[in-house]
């Protein structure tokens, strides 16, 4: 049938209507790549934790780009180094909020940089998840859309508090920690924490991770009675002076504190391998032996881990764990509630017992720290293997 002048402009009418409101850009904007900002410090003097949460991170996001994406769209990890210095990471969330307009950020990965950052993301309206402890970064009234995946400092610190003073019986602690946000923050809330359990904390002090000789602060300590050493800090060097300084001394009290004590980096710095005996370090049940085990779930990750040649020399698998927990659970998020602000956050508030490989996670609409006090523990850091420690002694299978 013979189509007529008026058919063909009514036809055109509608094509030009068509481009005119739109109606193509969902499905191109179904194929484009979904967004994710992501702030580690890669260099710097706290570089060690998101070096090892770097290794996870993309190990996961390569996996769920080579299964297919999120329904079709790929992820897109824009990433961008902290160099360990809050400033960098403030001037990076304008970059990856304003200018990327990326759907959810993860990090920053050091409480310093997150303390900086956080107010920023939240006054983006950008979706947040973030692996860092200082209890303040977790606000629902004043950031409602940040969310940890990690323990706050008080659990920490209880967790540690509760091995120096219940489990081995020590009530005369000296308290050390570096001029970071997260390390004056830590060693401040867990001084009062101490002395709420009975102990007398004889000695305590904030320090530039950059001093080269502790001897002086250690022998102050030594002066005032201390019985165990509890250090905060992220930096391996100056963990590992204060190690190497307990043991030119000869003094054989325990050091109990932060996660990095037992990393490959502080290993490294150690003058002798000795110098790691009697120091306990914070860790989490799910990635620590028990009975020279592995939980099922880290062992399978190691063996994967060892597949793709991610190195344990330098690291550790709770590190490298919490970073392939964020991209599958962010990949999750988008999966089962897309990419607008307003149902990322009404998903997440809704999650419980996410079973992660570092942790179990569960939020409320009310309250975004998610990670349960029974999977906080202490290790013994001289058992290293594969990035993971046995239990330290006094704790069960």
Partial sequence: MPISRRQVLAGSAVSAAALASGLPAPAIAQNEPIKIGYLPALTGPSSSTGVGINRGVQLSIDLINKEGGIK???????????QSDPTKAVNAVAELTQRAKV?????????????????????DKVPMLHPC???SLIDVKKYPMAYRQAPTN???????????????????????????????????????????????????????????????????????????IMPWSVNAGFLSRICNTRGNMGW??????????????????????EYWAKVYSNNFRQVCYANGKLPPKAAEFVDRLKAAKIDFGDTLLWWVAMGWDAGMMMGDVFKNAGTKNDDIVAYMNKITKWPGIYGTVTWTPEQHNGFPD????????????????????????
């Fill in 252 to 273: 054989d009290v325990p050091i109990v504190g932060q996660t990095t004590l037992g990393s490959g980096q502080t290993k490294a710095l150690l003058e002798k391998p």
């Fill in 72 to 82: 079709g769209r790929k992820i897109e990890l824009i990433s961008r180094d902290t």
């Fill in 103 to 123: 759907s959810m950020i993860f990090g920053p990965v050091n409480s310093g940089e997150a303390l900086a950052a956080t107010p920023l993301i939240a006054r």
């Fill in 154 to 228: 008080t659990q920490v610190g209880a967790g540690a508090n509760y091995y120096v003073v219940d489990v081995l019986k020590l009530k005369k602690v000296a308290v050390i920690s570096d001029t970071t946000g997260y390390g004056t923050d830590s060693a401040n809330t867990y001084v009062g924490m101490l002395k709420a359990k009975g102990a007398e904390v004889v000695y305590t002090n904030h320090i530039d991770a950059a001093n080269p000789d502790l001897k002086p602060e250690m022998l102050r300590m030594q002066a005032a009675g201390a019985q165990a």
């Fill in 374 to 397: 029974q999977e906080v523990v202490m290790c013994a850091v001289n058992s290293l293997k594969d990035g993971a420690f046995d239990l330290a002694p006094g704790y069960s299978a």
């Fill in 133 to 135: 402890w200082v209890d």
